[in-house]
């Protein structure tokens, strides 16, 4: 099921040129642990200048938009949620045009499935990821991460971090990858 969602939209987003990268519990799926994950989250290297051109290739994919007022909603949220058609598994498509998100993409490693390739987050921005997101279950895929794959670049998510930190007031990634060092 999953993997012929991914194909579809691999296929459909490399025909139109959107570049992408596969996120979230897929990601971890490919370098942790394996979990229970219902939906798929796509980051997309555009901004929302670009939602007709989605709208459009969704469509011939058999993928339906999920909110009423869709502009509205990716205006505010910056996300694109919907569903497909045959399965009723959930897509998030996430909008990006940070410099982090672009070269993160560009780095994107081309995974095969089947007979065809996806491009899925490096297991360090993976990590990054999570530990933006911060919740317990992302705590946990770290962790799943880390145990199974000894040998990342710690300095590339120090970096970005570090950069994350000084962006944000307040926050402090850098002491929580710090503290899955410690363990």
Avoid: C
């Avoid at 979230?24 to 994950?37: I, K, N, S």
Wanted: aromatic letters at 10%.
């Amino acid at each position: 099921m999953f993997e012929d969602i991914l194909i579809k939209l691999a296929k459909e987003l490399d025909s139109k040129s959107i570049p992408y990268m596969i996120i979230g519990g897929q990601a971890v799926l490919l370098y942790g642990e394996p979990r229970l994950t219902k939906d798929i989250d796509v980051t997309l290297g555009v901004d929302i200048d670009k939602l007709d051109e989605l709208l459009n290739s969704i469509k011939k994919i058999d993928l339906l938009p999920l909110p009423e007022y869709i502009e509205d909603f990716v205006g505010k949220t910056f996300v694109l949620p919907v569903k497909d058609l045959i399965t009723s598994i959930r897509v998030d498509f996430i909008f990006s045009k940070t410099s982090y998100e672009a070269q993160a993409i560009k780095n994107s490693n081309k995974i095969k499935i089947k007979d065809s390739f996806v491009k899925f987050a490096r297991l360090e921005d993976v990590i990054i990821h999570k530990i933006f997101a911060g919740r317990p279950r992302d705590l946990e895929d770290i962790k799943s991460i880390l145990i199974k794959n000894p040998d990342f670049d710690k300095n590339y998510i120090k970096k970005w971090l570090k950069e994350f930190d000084n962006l944000i007031r307040g926050k402090s990634f850098m002491n929580i990858f710090d503290e899955f060092l410690k363990n």
